[in-house]
């Protein structure tokens, strides 16, 4: 088993999880607000600390399973990271993540939808 970074992207605030190779639990890692933070920075750190080998990411794709606006959002985002970074990417069909784990509108889970996207990976890998 690999050292996993999950991301739940979104436009500001993109959720991190990691799931390390000797624990089999992922846990969230932290909120990164990209209005205030550098996400490329944010990620090279993480990615070297934490010795991440895999990303998996959050895909959004629409109800009727065409693409959607954010859907290209994430593309663009991904191409970013391959660019950077020799570490294979996987998409995880994210529709209704972070609606199963909100439920209190004013604190943000995007950490726990990334962690939600890690435990799907994993159980479906």
Do not use: C, W
């Not at 607000?33 to 991440?52: G, Q, S, Y």
């Not at 993540?97 to 995007?110: P, Q």
């Amino acid at each position: 088993m690999n050292n996993l970074l999950g991301i739940d992207y979104g436009e500001r605030y993109i959720g991190i999880a990691i799931k390390h190779k000797e624990v089999n639990i992922p846990y969230g890692h932290k909120i990164i607000d990209t209005k205030n933070n550098d996400i490329n920075k944010e990620l090279e750190v993480i990615i070297k600390n934490k010795k991440i080998n895999k990303i998996v990411i959050g895909y959004p794709i629409g109800l009727n399973t065409n693409k959607t606006r954010m859907s290209n959002t994430v593309d663009e985002f991904i191409e970013n990271i391959l660019q950077k970074y020799n570490i294979p990417i996987e998409k995880i069909d994210e529709r209704m993540t972070s609606k199963l784990i909100n439920s209190n509108k004013d604190n943000r889970v995007d950490d726990l939808s990334a962690v939600q996207i890690l435990e799907t990976y994993i159980k479906n890998d």
